[in-house]
T-cell receptor, first 113, second 113 residues
Framework: AAGVIQSPRHLIKEKRETATLKCYPIPRHDTVYWYQQGPGQDPQFLISFYEKMQSDKGSIPDRFSAQQFSDYHSELNMSSLELGDSALYFC????????????FGNGTRLTVT | AQSVAQPEDQVNVAEGNPLTVKCTYSVSGNPYLFWYVQYPNRGLQFLLKYITGDNLVKGSYGFEAEFNKSQTSFHLKKPSALVSDSALYFCAVRDDNTGKLIFGQGTTLQVKP
């Protein structure tokens, strides 16, 4: 079965640079969620989209922005990168916001040097 | 606010023995509870969920979880542990408005041969 695809798998950037992470949800899933997981930590919710509209916002820095496109894929744009942004970034998708489980991609590991 | 707590950072069991990974929840309204497993440098894999109905929920890879309303718990169990079950386990509660998952701190399960 098709899964959530994230690209790239690994990304190395320098401080103050920008990064764009991409997420392709499972076909027919209309909701996308972004999470950040620091080393040894639980995933922290950043932002979500339902039917291309932002549906919820968590602890996402102002330096970050995201959107969901007409084909339902989503991009997380990160600017003025800081060392503390180094983390594993997960995208998850689901069908609606009801009781169906979220399906996670394998994540993008961002390293800021 | 919705939250879950996992009181144990690590659980150690011998292969073939039963395992339990603990989770307690605090929600307003109906709890939508989930268990996910994470292997190193991988995304979170859905194991099982409780929405309503039977208190004993069966999931993937032989795992099950028991929902206990009076104790506000949702412990993950398996009758006979395998070495390959060694991983990081997250309990989560779903926000019934936006659908996002709120994770517990995670429990590392170590199964020794």
């Amino acid at each position: 079965a098709a899964g959530v695809i994230q690209s790239p798998r690994h990304l190395i950037k320098e401080k103050r640079e920008t990064a764009t992470l991409k997420c392709y949800p499972i076909p027919r899933h209309d909701t996308v969620y972004w999470y950040q997981q620091g080393p040894g930590q639980d995933p922290q919710f950043l932002i979500s989209f339902y039917e291309k509209m932002q549906s919820d916002k968590g602890s996402i820095p102002d330096r970050f922005s995201a959107q969901q496109f007409s084909d339902y894929h989503s991009e997380l744009n990160m600017s003025s990168l800081e060392l503390g942004d180094s983390a594993l970034y997960f995208c998850a998708s689901s069908s609606g916001t009801g009781v169906s489980p979220l399906h996670f991609g394998n994540g993008t590991r961002l390293t800021v040097t | 606010a919705q939250s879950v707590a996992q009181p144990e950072d690590q659980v150690n069991v011998a292969e073939g023995n039963p395992l339990t990974v603990k989770c307690t929840y605090s929600v307003s309204g109906n709890p939508y509870l989930f268990w996910y497993v994470q292997y190193p440098n991988r995304g979170l894999q859905f194991l099982l969920k409780y929405i309503t109905g039977d208190n004993l929920v069966k999931g993937s890879y032989g795992f099950e979880a028991e929902f206990n309303k009076s104790q506000t718990s949702f412990h993950l169990k398996k009758p006979s542990a395998l070495v390959s079950d060694s991983a990081l386990y997250f309990c989560a509660v779903r926000d019934d408005n936006t659908g996002k998952l709120i994770f517990g701190q995670g429990t590392t399960l170590q199964v020794k041969p």
